[in-house]
């Protein structure tokens, strides 16, 4: 069974700040996906990471896949209050078909 | 712009009653997908269809089931609602099998 884990769950940070969220997964897999998630509204995609190595950029956040550590960091650069929401990392296991896995999400609170 | 619409964002019915939620996509998309979410349990999935009249149980089907009759079209019917199916349920569509997911807004049901 794929289990996909991130930490912290829950992360107080200050504007200007930078800091890191981690996903592990427990299986083989070259496909990881991040969402973010305001209060109340649904999941919007941020990144598609396809191959071991995949590192892609938007704004303040970067997102890189090592698939041999079974490994994913969502990189937050200088924050700002707009990217308070929560983060999910999802994986897409080599033998689960069209089955995402889900993380538990990360709740990134960024205070002035 | 891949649109993905439920067809209700809130909805509050009686223990014993059958519920349906819709879902319906308009980009043409192979495979769709029920989850809930629940506080500190993430996202879940309760049944996913990779064709029209096809279907295959995800991790918590029990007390689901689902129709897709027409290809833009998935249906999650709880045949008789309890207390613990109280939750927000989301839609999903990907184009083809291990392929990015997009999310309806959501359907956040209370059952009383």
């Known amino acids: 069974e794929l289990k996909v884990e991130q930490n912290p769950l829950f992360l107080s940070m200050q504007e200007g700040k930078n800091y890191t969220i981690y996903c592990n997964y427990s299986?083989?897999?070259?496909?990881l996906y991040w969402y973010r998630q305001d209060p109340g509204k649904s999941l919007e995609s941020l990144f598609v990471l396809l191959s071991n190595g995949a590192v892609k950029q938007e704004g303040r956040l970067m997102a890189s896949l090592d698939t041999k550590a079974r490994l994913s960091t969502l990189h937050i650069t200088a924050a700002v209050h707009d990217l308070s929401a929560t983060y999910f990392c999802a994986v897409d296991g080599e033998t689960s078909g069209s089955r995402l896995t889900f993380g538990e999400g990360t709740q990134l609170t960024v205070n002035p | 712009d891949v649109k993905v619409t439920q067809s209700s964002r809130y909805l509050v019915k009686r223990t014993g009653e059958k519920v349906f939620l819709e879902c319906v996509q308009d980009?043409?998309?192979?495979?769709m997908f029920w989850y809930r979410q629940d506080p500190g349990l993430g996202l879940r999935l309760i049944y996913f269809?990779?064709?029209?009249?096809?279907?295959e149980k995800g991790d918590i089907p029990e007390g689901y089931s689902v129709s897709r009759e027409k290809k833009e079209r998935f249906s999650l019917i709880l045949e008789s609602a309890s207390t613990n199916q109280t939750s927000m349920y989301l839609c999903?569509?990907?184009?083809?099998?291990?392929?990015?997911?997009?999310f309806g807004p959501g359907t956040r049901l209370t059952v009383t």
């Open positions: 980009m043409d998309h192979e495979n």
């Open positions: 269809s990779y064709d029209v009249k096809m279907k």
């Open positions: 299986t083989t897999s070259d496909r």
């Open positions: 999903a569509s990907s184009l083809l099998a291990r392929t990015e997911q997009y």
